[in-house]
C-alpha cells in the first residue's frame, strides 16, 4: 500500500488518544510536542500519563470509550492492549478524521515514523509499519550524523534566506548562493556562516562576491 507522507500542523487541533498506557503516553507526548489539544479517554492512567493530567496538559476522560468521544477529533490513536477495542475504536472513526491503530497497520490511515528533530531540521523514518524497531535503529544512527549543531545551522539558513531573498541579486544568482550554503563546509563551520552574512551585506552590489563563494 502506498502511503502519502506530510508534515501535519496539529497546533491547537483536536487529538485523541484512546488507552492510558505506556505506548499511550508516548504517543499523546509527540502531539502535545506538536501543540495539539489531547484528550485521553481510558478507565486507568501510567502514571506518567497522570503526572500529564494533573500538569493541566491533557484532559482526561475516566471511562470507556464510547464512539462518541471522538466526535470532535482531528486525528485519532487508539492505544489500548485490546485488539478489539483498538478495532472499535477504528471503526467508530468518521470519513474525515484520521485513526492511528497501534496494534493494526491495516486498520490505521497512518502511520508515526521514528523521528529525529535539531531545531527546525526534522527527519523522519518509517518501514510502512514492517519494524518499527528497524526504523529507531536508523533513526539513531542518522542523529550520530545529525548532531545538535544542526540547530544552529539551520537558524543559520532561515536567516541567511532572508537576506538573500530581499537582497538585489537576480533570481539565479540567489539560488546559486542558497545552494552554495548548504555545502558540508558551511554545515561544519560556525566560522564560515558569519563570514557569509558579513559578506553578503558587505557585497550585495559586488557580483565578484558571487565567484568567492566557489
Given amino acids: 500500500m502506498g502511503t502519502y507522507p506530510i508534515m501535519l500542523n496539529m497546533k491547537n487541533k483536536a487529538a485523541v488518544v484512546v488507552g492510558g498506557g505506556t505506548i499511550a503516553y508516548r504517543?499523546?507526548?509527540?502531539?502535545?510536542?506538536?501543540?495539539?489539544?489531547?484528550?485521553?479517554?481510558?478507565?486507568?492512567?501510567?502514571?506518567?500519563?497522570?503526572?500529564?493530567?494533573i500538569d493541566k496538559q491533557i484532559k482526561w476522560h475516566n471511562k470507556a470509550f464510547e464512539p462518541q468521544d471522538?466526535?470532535?477529533?482531528?486525528?485519532?490513536?487508539?492505544a489500548t492492549n485490546q485488539r478489539q477495542v483498538n478495532a472499535f475504536v477504528a471503526a467508530s472513526t468518521?470519513?474525515?478524521q484520521l485513526?492511528?491503530?497501534?496494534?493494526?497497520?491495516?486498520?490505521?490511515?497512518?502511520?508515526?515514523?521514528?523521528?529525529?528533530e535539531r531545531g527546525d531540521l526534522t527527519i523522519c523514518v518509517a518501514t510502512g509499519g514492517s519494524s518499527p524497531s528497524l526504523a529507531t535503529v536508523i533513526r539513531d544512527e542518522l542523529a550520530e550524523?545529525?548532531?545538535?549543531?544542526?540547530?544552529?545551522?539551520?537558524n543559520f539558513l532561515a536567516f541567511a534566506r532572508d537576506k538573500v531573498k530581499h537582497s538585489r541579486f537576480d533570481q539565479?544568482?540567489?539560488?546559486?548562493?542558497?545552494?552554495?550554503?548548504?555545502?558540508?563546509?558551511?554545515?561544519?563551520?560556525?566560522?564560515?556562516?558569519?563570514?557569509?552574512?558579513e559578506m553578503i551585506d558587505r557585497f550585495e552590489n559586488d557580483y565578484s562576491f558571487i565567484e568567492r563563494l566557489s
Fill in 27 to 53: 504517543k499523546t507526548l509527540g502531539l502535545l510536542q506538536a501543540g495539539a489539544n489531547v484528550t485521553v479517554i481510558s478507565p486507568a492512567l501510567h502514571l506518567k500519563m497522570e503526572a500529564l493530567f
Fill in 70 to 78: 471522538l466526535q470532535d477529533a482531528l486525528l485519532v490513536i487508539a
Fill in 94 to 96: 468518521g470519513e474525515h
Fill in 99 to 116: 485513526v492511528n491503530v497501534v496494534d493494526s497497520q491495516a486498520l490505521s490511515d497512518f502511520q508515526v515514523p521514528a523521528k529525529l
Fill in 145 to 154: 550524523k545529525y548532531d545538535d549543531s544542526y540547530k544552529d545551522y539551520l
Fill in 172 to 197: 539565479p544568482t540567489k539560488m546559486r548562493i542558497l545552494k552554495e550554503i548548504t555545502g558540508e563546509s558551511y554545515r561544519q563551520s560556525y566560522g564560515m556562516q558569519q563570514a557569509f552574512l
